[in-house]
């Protein structure tokens, strides 16, 4: 078979071992496997499984249903028999081999941005919780007004988390989306909520003569510097459009507080120095406790996308598999 990677080293489908471990571990050694019969592919698929690998089947004929059925994901041509196309999960209608890299893309791109756009809501119920509780032990006012929320909702969740979803992200599916999002989206939202409210208590006992409305600037802005972190962080790799990105939102955050027209008369803020500064400190003290939470839990982020071997739904490894050249392909 020239041109074909790992022909040298081909095995005869009749000398493969029945004992699943040792057939994955065969398999895990050799490239191209010939002469499988139905019932080999299927045991081919369930022993790199059971080897903790994500496997893909490829196939077109009634004799590659039971395997395409097992595999993690399976791929029928549009030319294949009725049976195929029904077990499989994608099924190429020209036949052509060369749309699998733009649908694999898309799939990362979808599962990697869900993670993403998950934790900037999440960060944001943290944080609303937090400080409803602390509203209600402290029996003062919420420290932030709902026009105020709609703001930070808007700069920080809404408009990043839109561009986000869809932008290209090529990171490889990993297990454990839950843990690693809780991982985050905890303390981060447990720090937001702590730091608007130390915004919001210096501004009542420095600037008291602003009421209320002079706290909530105060925590407005601290929400804001500390969000917009949040979104930094969630967008890393950083690149030059992200950036921007971010440099807009904070843009537009600025402007809606430094123009006296919309940060009086909508968002309801009284603007002095003293209460930005105060809102600019706390919240750098938050982008600080934010980062050192993100490098903190690292480890434990990444070691919630492990499973031991043999579970279900493994982390993808590359592996070499039955009929076809290249990791997690059967044919």
Partial sequence: MPGVTGAADAVDARTLPEDPDALGELLESVGVVGRVTPHQKRAVVQALQRRGHVVAMTGDGVNDALALKDADIGVAMGNGSPA??????????????????????????????IE??????????????VLALITVATAVAYPLAPVQLT???????????????LAPNRRRYVPGFLPRVLWFSLPTGAITGAVAYAGYAAARWLEPGTGVAGARTAATVAVLVVAL?????????????????VAALAGIAGLAVGVPLVAEDVLLLVVTPVLVLLG???????????EVVWRATRDVRAAAGTRPRGSARPPARRAPVAGVPGPHRAR
């Fill in 84 to 113: 195929t196309r029904a077990v499989a999960q994608l099924v190429l209608l020209d036949g052509r081999f060369a749309h699998l890299p733009v649908a694999v893309a898309e799939g990362r791109r979808v599962i990697a941005n």
């Fill in 116 to 129: 993403r756009a998950a934790n900037l809501f999440l960060v944001k119920n943290v944080y609303s919780l």
């Fill in 151 to 165: 703001l930070i909702s808007a700069v920080t969740i809404g408009i990043p988390g839109f561009v986000l979803a």
């Fill in 229 to 245: 972190w949040t979104v930094v962080v969630l967008s890393r790799p950083l690149t030059a459009w992200k950036v921007a990105l």
């Fill in 280 to 290: 600019l400190v706390a919240g750098a003290a938050g982008t600080v406790l934010v």
